[in-house]
Nanobody
């Protein structure tokens, strides 16, 4: 039972990237999936998430209107489309499985028990 994040890279300010989180194991289909990021020297923070059904999403204020999270239940993959990337978005990005089927912006990190390895996103000006 694993999550695997990919799609990071080095881009210029204003560019776009799409991160993917491939999940394995039927258990993940019943859980909300969240995207988090951790910049150097900072705490890990929630940026976006999608409910188990894929019908509900939540975003941190810092990314709202720029990014879109989606879920493809046919392939067990969760996507994070990141548009208009800024230097402040530079971080290692992680996907994680919640202990709940629902998602909310006020989500707590300790609600997430399974984590994928991170993928680095670097935005330069």
């Amino acid at each position: 039972v694993q999550l695997q994040a990919s799609g990071g890279g080095l881009v210029l300010s204003g560019a776009s990237l799409r991160l993917s989180c491939l999940t394995s194991g039927r258990a993940f289909s019943r859980n909300a999936i969240g995207w988090f990021r951790q910049a150097s020297g900072k705490d890990r923070e929630f940026v976006a998430g999608v409910s188990a059904s894929g019908g509900s999403t939540a975003y941190a204020d810092s990314v709202k209107g720029r990014w879109t999270v989606s879920r493809d239940k046919a392939t067990d993959t969760i996507y994070l489309q990141m548009n208009d990337l800024q230097r402040g978005d530079t971080a290692v990005y992680y996907c994680a499985s919640s202990s709940h089927p629902y998602i909310r912006a006020e989500t707590k990190i300790d609600e997430y028990g399974s984590w994928g390895q991170g993928t680095q996103v670097t935005v330069s000006s």
